[in-house]
């Protein structure tokens, strides 16, 4: 299954302008593959899949994405860098594209919000 059911703002677009990119978000057992071309989300697929690929993956069980995706989140669930911090969050892959564009990666993560729960 394809979709694109998240609007970016115009100005998180112009930030992201440069980012080609595929990664994997994994909740538990869900995972959702996000296709971003130009800072535009073009797809999101939910998986299953069967060696999907993506340059990096995001994982947390689905109890830390909650946490994290509430509208007051608490201490070491704010952020997707305290979320690695403290072993909620694994980053896997290539790092680079993700730590080059991390306050991108963070808006967009975020208003994933109501498509991965």
Do not use: C
Request: net charge positive; aromatic share 12%; glycine share 6%.
């Amino acid at each position: 299954m394809s979709t694109t059911p998240v609007h970016l703002n115009d100005w998180l677009v112009h930030r992201g302008r440069f980012v080609h990119v595929t990664f994997l978000l994994q909740s538990g057992e869900k995972e959702w593959l996000v296709h971003i071309h130009e800072g535009r989300i073009e797809s999101i697929q939910s998986g299953p899949f069967v060696m999907p690929r993506w340059t990096f993956r995001l994982a947390a069980e689905a109890q830390a994405w909650r946490r994290y995706f509430a509208s007051t989140p608490t201490p070491g669930f704010h952020d997707l860098m305290a979320m690695i911090k403290f072993k909620h969050l694994r980053l896997e892959g290539d790092q680079h594209p993700f730590m080059s564009n991390l306050l991108y990666f963070k808006d967009v993560v975020k208003s994933l919000g109501g498509v991965v729960q």
